[in-house]
T-cell receptor
C-alpha cells in the first residue's frame, strides 16, 4: 500500500462544473498536505496546502482535510479547460521532513 | 529570480555510460531535493540536502546513484553505470525551509538505450 493514494483517473468534467479530487494517506505522522498541479511535460507547481482539519479556500480552489479519516480533497469550482492537468497530492511527515507524493489524478475539463 | 535551473533538459545515452544531471537551486533556499518521476511509480524522492549536507538518501535506488552538493548554488546527481530502467524524468526542487512548499525545476528527461 502506498502511503498516499489517489485515483489515477481521468476525471472528466464539463466546463463550469465542480471537480472533486480525492486523496487518502496511511501515515498518521503526516500533519500537512499539499496539492501540486502538473501540466503535461511540465514540472509540478504548488497550488494549495492545508494543515488543519476543515476547509481552506483560495479563489476557485478549496482544500479539505479530515485527519480522523485520513482523507484530503481538492475542489475546483467553475472548472476551466486550462485546469486540465494532473493533480498530485502530497503529505509531509514531521518525523522525516519528507514529502510523499501520490501518483496523481488526471483531470480533463471539456468545453 | 530565475527559479530552479536544471541541465541538460534532455539526455539520451547508452547503457553503461555515466550520466550527470545538474541543478542550481533558488538563491537563499536551504533545502534541495532530487526526485525521479515515472509513469509506474510516480514522483519519488531520491535524496535531499539541508545547507549542502545530505540528510536522507534512503530513496537512492542503488549504489550506481550518487549525489553531491559542493556549495549552496550547485548540486549534481550522477548515475554510473546507467541502465535502461533508469529512464525517467529527474526533477530538482528547492525550498527555503523544511516544508512541502517546494519549487521544482523543469526536469531532465533521461533516456537510456
Amino acid at each position: 500500500q502506498k502511503e498516499v493514494e489517489q485515483n489515477s483517473g481521468p476525471l472528466s468534467v464539463p466546463e463550469g462544473a465542480i471537480a472533486s479530487l480525492n486523496c487518502t494517506y496511511s501515515d498518521r505522522g503526516s500533519q500537512s498536505f499539499f496539492w501540486y498541479r502538473q501540466y503535461s511535460g511540465k514540472s509540478p507547481e504548488l497550488i494549495m496546502f492545508i494543515y488543519s482539519n476543515g476547509d481552506k479556500e483560495d479563489g476557485r480552489f478549496t482544500a479539505q482535510l479530515n485527519k480522523a479519516s485520513q482523507y484530503v480533497s481538492l475542489l475546483i469550482r467553475d472548472s476551466q479547460p486550462s485546469d486540465s492537468a494532473t493533480y498530485l497530492c502530497a503529505g509531509l511527515s514531521y518525523n522525516t521532513d519528507k514529502l510523499i507524493f501520490g501518483t496523481g489524478t488526471r483531470l480533463q475539463v471539456f468545453p | 529570480d530565475a527559479g530552479v535551473i536544471q541541465s541538460p533538459r534532455h539526455e539520451v545515452t547508452e547503457m553503461g555510460q555515466e550520466v550527470t544531471l545538474r541543478c542550481k537551486p533558488i538563491s537563499g533556499h536551504d533545502y534541495l531535493f532530487w526526485y525521479r518521476q515515472t509513469m509506474m511509480r510516480g514522483l519519488e524522492l531520491l535524496i535531499y540536502f539541508n545547507n549542502n549536507v545530505p540528510i536522507d538518501d534512503s530513496g537512492m535506488p542503488e549504489d550506481r546513484f550518487s549525489a553531491k552538493m559542493p556549495n549552496a548554488s550547485f548540486s549534481t546527481l550522477k548515475i554510473q553505470p546507467s541502465e535502461p530502467r533508469d529512464s525517467a524524468v529527474y526533477f530538482c526542487a528547492s525550498s527555503p525551509e523544511a516544508s512541502g512548499e517546494q519549487y521544482f525545476g523543469p526536469g531532465t528527461r533521461l533516456t537510456v538505450t
